[in-house]
């Protein structure tokens, strides 16, 4: 498929950077920086449906940001572990939407270990988040 200019690999020099890493994928701003394997894969004819589900994920983030502006979503974003766990929620919304659309599964439990984590500075319990995400799935 045909990626945006926005969306950028990070190749193998970004992923050495902290909180970047190199198995997820940002949206900073006007920019959503993905693994390059990933990257790879959605550059063909038919990328993997997981990995767009991701891109949505993302573009869901950049629109966010777009509105509310970047300074005050990286505000929020980093010193309110609501509002993290909130605007996760949103864009894991949008990726579930194509994923059920799709009949793709949804694993709860990896994905609620995984957004209440270090990775987002520990917003909820991961029973509250596999909740919310059960709550979510069923919405849409």
Request: glycine letters at 2%; aromatic letters at 14%; hydrophobic letters at 40%.
């Amino acid at each position: 498929m045909k990626l945006p200019w926005y969306v950028i690999s990070k190749g193998s020099i970004l992923h050495h950077f902290p909180l970047i890493g190199k198995s997820t994928a940002q949206s900073l701003g006007p920019i959503i920086l993905v693994p390059d394997p990933i990257y790879k894969d959605l550059q063909t004819d038919s990328p993997h449906p997981k990995h767009i589900a991701l891109l949505i994920h993302e573009e869901t983030h950049r629109k966010r940001q777009k509105e509310m502006g970047i300074l005050k979503f990286a505000y929020h974003y980093i010193f309110d572990s609501k509002f993290r766990f909130q605007e996760e929620l949103l864009a894991v919304k949008e990726a579930m939407k194509y994923l059920k659309k799709n009949k793709i599964s949804f694993d709860f439990d990896r994905n609620a270990k995984f957004l209440s984590s270090y990775v987002y500075l520990w917003p909820v319990s991961k029973e509250y988040a596999e909740k919310e995400l059960k709550k979510v799935w069923d919405e849409v």
